[in-house]
């Protein structure tokens, strides 16, 4: 069974920074694109960032120019920088995974970043 791993959320205050990792296991596939997406309490799930195996990259309005998204070495691994943090990016965070040739997608269990002074 495909899984996705998420870790590196936590409280950090204002203006801070965290980086968030997603490592997948149970697969010999290359993801076609993997992407955090974030929900923060009352509201409906939402794109943060997603990026292809070939490292094109998207970005929600709200994070250009503090987040980054990128591939990293290992196969179906990909990281999220988190720059210049604010309040309103409290959410808990989702990696998300795509497979292309089935038509499927896997989900993280999620992990909580908490923005406050």
């Known amino acids: 069974q495909v899984q996705l791993v998420e870790s590196g959320g936590g409280l950090v205050q204002p203006g801070g920074s965290l980086r968030l990792s997603c490592a997948a296991s149970?697969?010999?596939?290359?993801?076609?694109?993997m992407g955090w997406y974030r929900q923060a309490p009352g509201k409906q799930r939402e794109l943060v960032a997603d990026?292809?195996?070939?490292?094109?990259?998207n970005y929600a309005d709200p994070v250009k120019g503090r987040f980054t998204i990128s591939n990293g070495n290992a196969k179906n691994t990909v990281y999220l920088q988190m720059n210049s943090l604010e309040p309103e990016d409290t959410a808990v965070y989702y990696c998300?995974?795509?497979?292309?040739?089935?038509?499927?997608?896997?989900w993280g269990q999620g992990t909580q970043v908490a923005v406050s002074s």
């Open positions: 990026i292809s195996s070939g490292g094109s990259t």
């Open positions: 998300g995974a795509y497979l292309s040739g089935m038509n499927r997608r896997y």
């Open positions: 149970g697969t010999i596939f290359r993801f076609n694109a």
